[in-house]
């Protein structure tokens, strides 16, 4: 066969097999909210009896620590379908909204209906979790749902394959393993809503594909997150928050800080309590730490390197390409329009950027594409007020990394250009729903007020009414 005749067959068969997914949809199993909880009790017990080999692959793909890959990826998913399948009851009843007097009497409701089969494409980073979240909200609001997972975290993403058919229904639920053309057949195909999770480049390829079948879509993209040090910060927990929240997974964290504007009085003793911090949590060596994560592929690799060419380092620096280790790295004061303060950093490098004030720090801000995460270290309220009413981002936490991501009650999203759309508890349940408006009158007191022939006494008390 060749080559042309091949991707024929392969298109039909990944499009066969979407068809499956709509024609469960259509004859309405994913309605019943038994069903879907038990889906989710199906996906709990996935990850409660794999979580040997869940660990172990995201090790594989990122050197991941247990500690790391039970906090952010398997308990993370786990606390999900608990909270997602607690409140579920909640959420799919219609939500009474007041009827004004012109249509009484009457009742006026939402009500949350499934949107049918959605497609979820996630990235390597965490390939865990940014998978399965949004899986677990779209099973939540009664979808059948295909997943795409990253093919560079390769590992993850074939036990993905493997496990979901063993525990899932398969008839709601496929995983499509792949890279771009893969993918590519998928965008071709109509589906119903589709949450994209990666870079902005390809979110745009992902949002073209999704116009030409009017595809409503949710990206989850990034881009460069600001951290502000205010003069007043406590330094040790901010140092300690700074560095949890960067060099977790060896900084390849959407919402990590990717750079640190701080005054030029504060940056030395910043600089050193991060230093300490460093240490405290990696040791000396933090190549030897079982707690440091690796780089995903040489090409982010060289990637990274490049960013520490014609800089000042100030910590770190060590590189070990075999291993794809990347030392803990801080850079003073990069220029502006170095690369590595143009481009999203997504690794284990921190500029640390000296700005007059906060006047300038805020201007800084605005002058740059909206971020998926901004942080304030201050324990100043005028401090933070301005910050929050006079930048925008996807997401704000004053005084620590991100924590917002424990809160299920917080939807996660970006702005402009770190994403569209949001999921995380409620809001992904009615990101994967339909809110559909509905309006009950009754046939009592049919006041014929609307109806021709109109009159001028018709008139003038319609427009007291409406
Ligand atoms: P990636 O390379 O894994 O790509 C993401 C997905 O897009 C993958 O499933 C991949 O197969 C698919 N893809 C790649 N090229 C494609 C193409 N040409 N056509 C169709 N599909 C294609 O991930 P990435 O883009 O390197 O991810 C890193 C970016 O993702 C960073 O900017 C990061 O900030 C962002 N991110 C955002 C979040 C969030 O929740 N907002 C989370 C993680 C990562």
Not at 272 to 295: M, Q, V, W
Not at 351 to 377: C, S, T
Not at 421 to 432: E, L, N, P
Request: aromatic fraction near 8%; charge should be negative.
């Amino acid at each position: 066969m060749n080559m042309a005749a091949q991707t024929l067959e392969a298109q039909a068969s990944i499009a066969d097999r979407v068809q499956v997914l709509r024609d469960t949809f259509a004859n309405g199993r994913t309605r019943d909210l038994a069903w879907r909880k038990g889906q989710l009790t199906r996906l709990e017990a996935l990850i409660n009896e794999q979580q040997e080999a869940i660990a172990e692959a995201l090790y594989a793909d990122l050197g991941k620590c247990k500690t790391e890959a039970w906090t952010s990826e398997i308990g993370f998913t786990l606390s999900d379908i608990q909270h997602t399948r607690k409140h579920l009851g909640k959420w799919s009843k219609p939500r009474k909204v007041s009827t004004p007097i012109a249509a009484q009497p009457g009742k006026s409701y939402q009500l949350p209906e499934p949107l049918g089969t959605v497609l979820v494409i996630g990235a390597w980073n965490y390939p865990f979790q940014l998978v399965l979240a949004p899986v677990i909200a779209a099973i939540a609001a009664g979808n059948c749902v295909v997943m795409k997972p990253s093919e560079l975290a390769s590992n993850t993403s074939s036990l993905l394959a493997r496990l979901i058919p063993q525990y899932l229904d398969q008839e709601a639920f496929l995983v499509i393993e792949g890279a771009v053309e893969e993918t590519t057949q998928l965008l071709a195909l109509p589906f119903d809503h589709i949450l994209y999770t990666g870079g902005e480049q390809v979110g745009k390829i992902v949002m073209r594909a999704a116009a030409e079948h009017l595809t409503p879509v949710t990206l989850e993209l990034g881009g460069k997150s600001p951290c502000l040090v205010d003069d007043d910060a406590n330094l040790d927990v901010t140092a300690a928050r700074i560095v949890w929240s960067k060099w977790m997974n060896a900084g390849q964290t959407c919402v990590a800080p990717d750079y640190v504007l701080v005054t030029p009085a504060q940056k030395q003793p910043l600089m050193e309590a991060l230093t300490k911090a460093l240490e405290t949590f990696y040791g000396k060596d933090p190549a030897t730490s079982k707690d440091y994560g690796r780089i995903i592929n040489d090409r982010h690799f060289a990637r990274l390197q490049g960013y520490l060419d014609n800089q000042t380092i100030a910590l770190g620096g060590q590189c070990d390409e075999g291993s794809r280790y990347m030392a803990p790295t801080i850079l003073d004061n990069p220029a502006a329009d170095s690369p590595v303060m143009q481009e999203e950093i997504f690794g284990p490098i921190l500029p640390i950027i000296e700005i007059a004030n906060l006047d300038e720090a805020i201007a800084w801000v605005n002058q740059r594409p909206k971020p998926l995460a901004l942080y304030v270290y201050s324990n100043s309220d005028a401090c933070v007020r301005r910050v929050l009413n006079e930048t925008s981002a996807g997401n704000v936490c004053i005084n620590d990394g991100f924590m917002f991501m424990v809160n299920s009650e917080l939807p996660f999203g970006g702005v402009g250009n770190s994403g569209m759309g949001a999921y995380h508890g409620q809001s992904g349940f009615d990101t994967f729903s339909h809110l559909k408006t509905v309006m009950h009158r009754s046939f009592r007191f049919d006041v014929p007020l609307r109806y021709p022939p109109f009159s001028a006494l018709k008139l003038s008390l319609l427009k007291r009414l409406l």
